[in-house]
């Protein structure tokens, strides 16, 4: 479904010199997949994610999505692409002054949608969320948990076949992490949604993903299916991550 081939991505830096943010990365996300990126702050995870969600482009090399390349995307195909795909961060980016129901309709009223299919669209995805009593509410009133899933139910209203997720429960406690990490395990196997998440937590990894991306200095350092790279831990950061014991 995704395919990096050999992206590197510069930013000029104070000096005029370039800060290399990633380095050569190639890795192959597969339709159903919840693929982990994991790595230190400052490993250029959140970096990749935006070119795979188009709000950046690479230095160099090549993203493919379902066939296309994202930078021979024209500006309508660009729109297309954003509908294909919702994105979740770990401050929630709600719309303060609206409520819940409004900030779920949001991206449905950017895409035109008939009112009447609005309101039945957002019903179903409060109930996704289990936050049908708090339509209502404003996001004010909710706690993190409840404010990341409304955001999770903003993100999967257009039916996007891909859900990008900057570190979605680095700011819940363990056992609200649970319920998000079980709610987007449920939209990728009832639903189909393949999943790309962002985590410095080995946790989320062990508990959701099937494969790993593990990032260090922007370069990939090691990647496959989890129980592989559990398994061998060629690396010494992975072995920082996964912890030699807990095998
Ligand atoms: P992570 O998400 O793994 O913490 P990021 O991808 O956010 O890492 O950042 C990786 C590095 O790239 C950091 O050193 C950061 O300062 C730098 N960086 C990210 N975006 C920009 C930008 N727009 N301009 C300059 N430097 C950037
Ligand atoms: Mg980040």
């Not at 669209?121 to 404010?147: F, I, M, T, W």
């Not at 891909?162 to 990728?188: G, H, M, R, V």
């Amino acid at each position: 479904m995704i395919e990096i081939s050999h992206v590197c991505k510069s930013f000029p830096d104070q000096k005029q010199q370039d800060l290399h943010v990633l380095r050569d990365i190639s890795l192959t996300v597969e339709q159903g997949d919840i693929y982990g990126i994991i790595g230190l702050s400052g490993a250029g995870k959140s970096t990749l994610l935006r070119l795979i969600g188009l709000l950046d482009t690479p230095t160099s090399g090549t993203i493919t999505v379902n066939g296309k390349n994202l930078a021979s995307l024209n500006a309508r195909e660009k729109i297309d692409y954003y509908r294909t795909i919702g994105t979740v961060f770990q401050g929630y980016n709600l719309l303060m002054q609206r409520t819940v129901a409004d900030n779920v309709a949001f991206p449905l009223k950017l895409s035109k949608w008939e009112k009447s299919k609005i309101d039945s669209r957002v019903k179903e995805l409060l109930e996704l969320v289990s936050l049908s009593d708090k339509a209502s509410a404003y996001p004010a009133q909710l706690s993190g948990g409840q404010k990341q899933r409304v955001a999770i139910a903003r993100a999967l209203a257009t039916h996007p076949q891909l859900l990008l997720c900057d570190e979605p429960t680095s700011a819940l406690d363990s056992l609200t992490t649970q319920s998000i990490l079980d709610l987007l395990s449920d939209i990728n196997r009832r639903l189909g949604v393949t999943i790309v998440i962002i985590t410095h937590e080995i946790g989320v990894v062990r508990k959701i993903c099937n494969k790993v991306a593990v990032l260090e200095g922007g370069h990939l350092v090691d990647n496959g299916l989890v129980s592989d790279i559990i398994a061998h831990q060629n690396h010494e950061i992975t072995r920082k991550f996964f912890g030699k014991e807990e095998v």
